[in-house]
């Protein structure tokens, strides 16, 4: 069974507008509004590829509620936790030339008991062949330490981690080696503390991957956007160069890559299956619009173009 956590789900309002103008009165069209959060992307994936997870986090307030109608509505499955201060609401604006404005809420602080009402569900769910996949930010209230928290309870169980996450959470989980990461290349040069690294070539990029590898997980999955990604396990490490697909919208591309990693390892395919399906999934996931999960025919398709690279071992070490 997969376990999505989304500790910090939005409200997601996308609107049109024509040009945003600072100081003034701007007006909306096209308000719509959609449940967004990176583990519900995550769910939403694995349920377009025949699969199925359970979406665990908080929702709060009559915000909590519609996000959770909306989950069902998808027909996702979910347990979330209550709480009593409301899910935040993000605001995403797209100007006539198509430039994206973001405005999101920090997200509600979650009480001590709220949260430990969360631990005892998280637990509830973990056995040994459980796949818990821990997305996205954190609500205000909870430290950076919370996922390493959950790492060690979990792993506790026999419990396998996929962490896909950045900054101080991040680098504080990684003491608790989760089994699968998904750094992108700003993540994973943030974790190493790089602060001039827009150069650096895949020599160099595949070295920092095993340095994360030496200190856990089995697989690194690191995404680099359009360029493709590269997968790197203990015994050798493939490139793939991502798919040539018409741009709908990269957002949630590497929550896609997760889910279909995730999936593909909870049905113990081959690791080269793995691989590709994650790169199908990522490049369906580009060419629809917004976070909407692409449907598995489109994902049976674009595996076809997938090429993965084995690289020599001497490149990979
Ligand atoms: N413009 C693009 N064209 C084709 N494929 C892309 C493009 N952008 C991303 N991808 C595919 O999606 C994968 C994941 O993208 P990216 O590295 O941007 O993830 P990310 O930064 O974690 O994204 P997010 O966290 O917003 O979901 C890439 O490895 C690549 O295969
Ligand atoms: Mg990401």
Request: net charge negative; proline share 4%.
């Amino acid at each position: 069974m997969i376990i999505t956590v989304t500790l910090n789900p939005a409200l997601d309002k996308t609107a049109r507008i024509d040009r945003l103008r600072p100081n003034a009165l701007n007006r909306l069209e096209n308000v719509i509004v959609d449940a967004g959060g990176k583990g519900l992307n995550v769910s939403s994936v694995i349920q377009a590829l025949g699969g199925r997870s359970i979406a665990i986090g908080f929702a709060g307030g009559a915000p909590g509620d519609e996000l959770l109608d909306r989950i069902s509505g998808r027909g996702l499955e979910h347990d979330f936790v209550r709480i009593s201060n409301p899910t935040r609401t993000n605001l995403k604006l797209i100007d006539r030339d198509g430039s994206l404005t973001e405005l999101n809420e920090p997200g509600p602080e979650v009480s001590g008991a709220e949260f430990r009402l969360f631990e005892e569900k998280l637990l509830s769910y973990a056995a040994e062949d459980s796949i818990f996949v821990l997305s996205g930010s954190l609500p205000a209230g909870l430290g950076p330490d919370t996922y390493r928290n959950m790492c060690r309870m979990l792993h506790g169980r026999n419990a396998k981690i996929f962490l896909d996450t950045d900054g101080e959470a991040f680098r504080l989980a990684m003491e608790e080696r989760p089994n699968y990461i998904k750094p992108n290349r700003y993540e994973l040069l943030q974790y190493f503390g790089i602060d001039d690294g827009e150069s650096l070539g895949e020599a160099e990029l595949l070295s920092l991957c095993r340095r994360l590898l030496a200190k856990g997980p089995e697989l690194v999955c690191l995404s680099l956007g359009r360029i493709g990604a590269l997968f790197v396990h203990a015994r050798g490490a493939f490139r793939a160069a991502a798919l040539n697909v018409k741009t709908g919208s990269t957002v949630g591309a590497g929550d896609a890559m997760t889910g279909a990693l995730a999936w593909g390892i909870e049905h113990n395919f081959p690791q080269e299956r793995c691989y590709a399906l994650a790169m199908a999934a990522a490049a369906g996931a580009v060419s629809t619009e917004g976070t909407k999960a692409p449907d598995r025919i489109l994902v049976e398709k674009l595996l076809e173009q997938v090429r993965l690279e084995k690289l020599t071992s001497q490149a990979a070490s």
